[in-house]
């Protein structure tokens, strides 16, 4: 492998795009060579503005080029098996967007793909290279804190994502699409497996969204399999923007992590307006780029230093199974084991 990895980025929508910037920018080990998505132009539009690597208007065509090395897959979560699929036939290792696939069978498959071509799979939980995240893993982790007996974690996005996305068929829904990362969150920071759910959904906020059978908020009881329990609240709009947090109480400690700072007087609405008020963030600056761009520094590092990736396929079917139970229990309003 040459000092300098060629990643092909896979997909040129919202999250490619902001793979790709980081790449150019903020991946010293790597260099973008290359960029393709069905739509050629918006292929071509995220070329221009990081100069002009090739662009293609297919997985074929992108692996074809004998400058990628790599692939980042950031197409819609159901097409990611294809893609992994091809990229396995051509001997390219995958960085691979959340969820590996939408059902444990197709993640199962993508997998197996991986392993019979010898090629690293690894997926995108970014929350597990953010800074943040990264030290209350390494607190709990040290044992000073106890064990862990409760986790909570909240994902709250801005602005619901267009019906067409959200359709289950396209992103897995709410619980595929968003949960997934605080389900991955729940194993990795408690170090436990979760065995049942308890879910509930509402459409209250986006009544659209139940036109593809999915809720627009939920809650999802978590029991894990050392005795301890847990949270999670999704919603995909809120008035003041992105929100996303995790506590997890121990024994004889407690981790916050939040994109909100701690103070006593937060609000939204009244004299702050829409927003909410609060000091030491900066908008303008996306929560997780630093998460984003270590992600892909890691896979990166994994290939350059023959190692194998930290994040796994294993662990994309075990979130992923937490998230489809979870799925299941809003349906059919019982408990669900995972
Ligand atoms: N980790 C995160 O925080 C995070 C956040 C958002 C999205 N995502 C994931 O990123 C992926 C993409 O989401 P998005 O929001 O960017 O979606 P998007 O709809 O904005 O972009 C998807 C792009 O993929 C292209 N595409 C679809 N199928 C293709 C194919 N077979 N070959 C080539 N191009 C194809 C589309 O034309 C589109 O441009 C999803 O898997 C999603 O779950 C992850």
New binding site residues.
Partial sequence: MTASVGIGV?????????HARLIARSVPEAHLAGI????RE??RRLARELGEPPTF???EELLASPRVDVIL????????L??IRAAAAAGRDVL????IALTVSDTLAAISAADAAHIRLQV???RRWDPDYLKAKARLASGALGRPTLFKSLQFDAEP??I??ADPA???GIMV?MGI?EFDLARWLMADEVVEVHAYGSTVAHPALATVGDVDSAVVNLRFSGGATGTVELARSTTYGEDVRTEVLATAGSVWIGHLPFSHGSWSGGDAGGVLAADGTDPAVPR?EAG?AAQTRGFVRAIIDDQPVAVTGPDGVAALKIALAADQSVRQGQPVAV
Avoid at 10 to 18: T, V, W, Y
Avoid at 73 to 80: D, Q
Avoid at 96 to 99: A, I, T, Y
């Fill in positions: 896979l997909g040129a929508g919202r999250m490619g795009s902001i393709a998505d069905l739509n918006a292929a208007g297919s997985i897959v950031a197409t819609s979560s159901n097409r990611h294809e893609a691979c967007e959340k969820p995108g939980f970014m994502p267009p067409a996305f396209v992103s897995g699409d990362h997780f984003y």
